[in-house]
């Protein structure tokens, strides 16, 4: 495994991950599904919406991750009144030299937290879509490319609606995820209760570099897939497209994301091919938030996650 020369093995990368997740699991208590899922997100280049509560932890799980992967974190606090030079930075005029320079925004950085990124207005919202897509952001004609790697993590929550802005479906489209992050469970609570009476507090250890992970990355796009897979992701998003009870079906994006997802995931676990149920089990954050009900089904209590079930049910899985 070397850093510099950029050779990173699939045995390496997932031995990578379970250190780093061993270390985010010194702060962070559950919630080890979640983190493997934005690990899969980040090897894939992509980025992950969070959804939850006030209080379950997504901001010091984003943190911790960060930290781990030994990573620049920066975390950008969405507010009504937040301008897009907030964000992505502006030029200044420095009267000893007579000059303009950049004064580079949060996210100039390796993962970037959107906190509450609904509570900003969609001209703010718009700030992020250059910087996902393109890893690049274009301030007064000039064009400054993004560290490597780049990933935002945003949260939102879900029950507060007064004073939010809900996220158009195309900047909803640009999120490889959306997981949502639930309550723990009673010994989780017990657990974090604990930890936080202790009189110590614990560090997470640097285990990769972002050169490291830029190297995962490369690693886990020669990840082999079968031709008979890619005819299930496309079975999959095309039901999405024809179901009576979907209004709006998964883009061709959602494909390509089902596909570079499952690659990753194959690596974190240990193999260069991908199978079917690395597909399946991603097809539910990839999903959820890329399908809209008709009207008549919401009003029927389907839930777009019984939808999906379905789906998964009536294409005939590879053999």
Known sequence: MEEKGLEISIRDIRSIVQKVLSEVGKVI???????QNIFIALLADGHVLLEGVPGVAKTAMAKAFSDALG?????IQFTPDLLPADIVGTNVYDQKSGRFYLRKGPIFA????????????PKTQSALLECMQERQVTIEGETYYLPKPFMVLATQNPIELEGTYPLPEAQVDRFFFKLLVDYP???????????????????????????????MQEAVRKVYVDESLFEYIKNIVLKT???????????????????????????????????????????????NHRIILKPEAELEGISSDRIINEILEEVEVPV
């Open 110 to 121: 390796n993962i970037v937290l959107a906190d509450e990124i609904n509570r900003a207005p």
């Open 29 to 35: 208590v559950g919630k080890l599904d979640i983190l």
């Open 241 to 287: 497209r024809n179901h009576p009870q979907i209004l709006l079906g998964a883009s061709t994006r959602a494909s390509i994301v089902l596909l570079c997802a499952a690659k990753a995931r194959a690596a974190i676990l240990g193999r260069d091919f991908v199978i079917p149920d690395d597909i399946k089990s991603l097809v539910f954050p990839v999903l």
């Open 71 to 75: 990573c620049e974190f920066k975390r």
């Open 185 to 215: 469970n009673p010994e989780e609570e017990l657990e974090i209760l604990k930890r936080k009476n202790e009189p110590e507090e614990v560090t997470v250890e640097k285990i990769t570099s972002p050169q490291m992970v830029v190297a």
